[in-house]
């Protein structure tokens, strides 16, 4: 279960996401979890959080709960100086080296985090197989979505246009079917002079 950051949008009525606070995240986690019987929770960090590092990150979170304990649940193993970062980092690589296979996206390695934010600049104005022309980042994440069955972000619900994030919490293998499904969306593009 993922309480993404975009609840500030879609609950507070915020512009973007640049607005949610870590406060914010934490209560929306905490009402996620009273309702979760089981299976793992996922909370987003809010901007400003992690940007710097992994470490960057512990430290807030150790600073916001004071002690290592969320309901009851106790932190360890993790020292925050990296030798043992939490973070799925053997995720992360093979979805930023497939995505970058694709002629007109591009990504790079994120710094601590679950997701890779990645450029559509190279679709914007392009046509689909279908005839549509992409316009946004938003057109792109839905043509994955509705013609190969691949969920996305846009970015510019993170004033981050023309990008989508793709998040790797996952497993591997349904990272690999979707690297896979994006790299096959890449192909059927024509040039909007070409119609």
């Given at each position: ?172 293998d349904e990272l690999k079917r ?15 002079e070409e119609l």
């Amino acid at each position: 279960m993922l309480v993404g950051d975009s609840v500030g949008m879609v609950l507070h009525g915020l512009p973007s996401t640049l607005g949610v606070t870590l406060e914010m995240m934490i209560m929306h986690g905490q009402a996620v979890r009273r309702g979760l019987e089981r299976g793992l929770m996922v909370v987003d960090m809010s901007f400003g959080c992690y940007e710097e590092s992994p470490v960057q990150a512990f430290r807030k979170c150790r600073a916001r709960h004071g002690r290592d304990r969320l309901r009851g649940r106790q932190a360890r193993g993790w020292r925050g100086d990296g030798r043992d970062d939490p973070l799925p980092h053997r995720s992360r690589h093979p979805v930023v080296e497939q995505i970058n296979q694709a002629e007109g996206l591009r990504c790079r390695v994120p710094n601590g985090a679950f997701y890779v934010f990645v450029s559509c600049a190279g679709f914007i104005g392009k046509t689909t197989g279908k005839g549509k022309v992409i316009e946004s980042d938003m057109d792109f994440a839905m043509y994955l979505r509705e013609e190969f069955g691949v969920a996305v972000v846009p970015g510019s619900g993170f004033m981050a246009s023309p990008y989508i994030r793709i998040a790797y919490a996952a497993s591997e293998d349904e990272l690999k079917r979707a690297c896979a499904r994006i790299l096959a969306a890449c192909g059927p593009f024509r040039e909007r002079e070409e119609l």
